[in-house]
C-alpha cells in the first residue's frame, strides 16, 4: 500500500525516535548472544481476532534497521484476523531483528486495537447515513498512527490538528464574550487569512445556545455536546438540515446506535483512540 509523502516523513521521524528510545547505545544483550552475521526467519502470529493495523508500519522498521531485509506478508492492513494468523514474515539479520521486535509489536499491537474498536463502531451504524469521527483525544506525537489505525478500522479521521479545521468550543465562547462575538471574529480571520475553505464547528450545550447559533449562521457544523436523547432529537428537528448536525460527548459502543437514530450527521467519539485495548500479537523466530 502506498504511503502519501506527508505519512513518510512523520513516519521516518517515528523509527528513528522509538529506536533511539529503546535501543540507546546498543541492544547489549543481542549483541552479547548473537553473532553479528547471523540472520533469521521470523512470524508475527496473531493472537486476538479483530482488524489488523500496522503491516506498513513494521515493513518500514524492518527495513530501517536492515535494508537487506525480505518481507512477505499473509495479511493486509484493514483485513479481519484471527487467532493463529500469520499476519507476515519476515527474514534478516537476526541483531536487528531482536532490536525492532519490541517496537513493531508496540506499535501493531496498539494500531490494531484502535482500528479493531473504530470498526465496531463502525459496524454499529453502518445502516444509517452517519459519519463516526475521531477526535484529538489521542497519544502526544504519534496522533498519526491512530487516526491511520482509525481510518483502517472504517471510521473517519475529524480534524489533525488545530491547524486545518475551525472549532469553536465553550472555553473560546467564554474567553470573547459569546456566541456571536465567537463566529464573527472567527470569520473575519478566515478573510484576513485567506482560510475559507476551512469548516467551522461550533459547540452548543443546549437549546439556548442552540438558538442562538441559528440567528447568527455563518458556520459548517453544529455540535451537539452531552445532549439527552430526546433533547438531541429535538436539536436535530429544530436545525432542519440548515447546517451540519454533530453528537459529541459520553459516546460509547452501547449508546453510539441510539445517537444516530436522532438523525445527527456526525458522531465523535474519542473513544475510538482513548479506550482501544491493545490486541495480542507475538513474533517468533522460527527454527
Known amino acids: 500500500m502506498a504511503i502519501n509523502t506527508d505519512i513518510e516523513i512523520l513516519l521516518d ?4 525516535r522509538a529506536l533511539r528510545e529503546d535501543v540507546g547505545d546498543g541492544d547489549h544483550t543481542s549483541l552479547a548472544c548473537i553473532p553479528a552475521d547471523a540472520r533469521n526467519r521470523a512470524k508475527l502470529l496473531v493472537k ?3 482488524i489488523i493495523a500496522g503491516i506498513e508500519v513494521a515493513r518500514r522498521i524492518f527495513a530501517k534497521v536492515d535494508p537487506s531485509t525480505t518481507f512477505q506478508p499473509y495479511l493486509e492492513d484493514g483485513m479481519d484476523m484471527s487467532y493463529g494468523d500469520i499476519a507476515f514474515e519476515v527474514e534478516c539479520n537476526t541483531q536487528a531483528l531482536l532490536k525492532a521486535e519490541r517496537l513493531v509489536l508496540n506499535t501493531m499491537q496498539r494500531m490494531s486495537g484502535i482500528a479493531t474498536l473504530s470498526n465496531r463502531f463502525k459496524f454499529e451504524v453502518e445502516d444509517l447515513p452517519v459519519k463516526i469521527l475521531d477526535t ?5 506525537l504519534i496522533r ?3 487516526k491511520w489505525a482509525v481510518r483502517l478500522g472504517g ?3 475529524y480534524r489533525q490538528g488545530l491547524y486545518d479545521w475551525f472549532m469553536i468550543k465553550d472555553n473560546h ?3 470573547c464574550g459569546g456566541i456571536r462575538q ?3 471574529r472567527v470569520n473575519q480571520y478566515k478573510q484576513e487569512k485567506g482560510l475559507q475553505n476551512f469548516g467551522t464547528t461550533i459547540e452548543v450545550r443546549n437549546l439556548v445556545e442552540l438558538y442562538e447559533v441559528l440567528e447568527v449562521g455563518n458556520v459548517t457544523r453544529i455540535m451537539l455536546d452531552n445532549f439527552e436523547l430526546p433533547l438531541l432529537q429535538e436539536a436535530v428537528e429544530i436545525v432542519n438540515k440548515r447546517f451540519e448536525t454533530e453528537a459529541s460527548g459520553g459516546i460509547n459502543i452501547h449508546n453510539v446506535r441510539k445517537i444516530a437514530l436522532c438523525g445527527v450527521d456526525f458522531i465523535s467519539a474519542g473513544a475510538l483512540t482513548h479506550s482501544a485495548t491493545s490486541l495480542d500479537l507475538s513474533l ?4
Open 48 to 50: 486476538d481476532p479483530g
Open 182 to 184: 465567537a463566529i464573527e
Open 144 to 146: 498519526f498512527l491512530e
Open 136 to 140: 484529538r483525544k489521542t497519544t502526544p
Open 284 to 287: 517468533k523466530i522460527m527454527k
Open 173 to 175: 465562547i467564554e474567553a
Open 155 to 157: 471510521c473517519t479521521n
Open 13 to 16: 521521524d517515528f523509527i528513528e
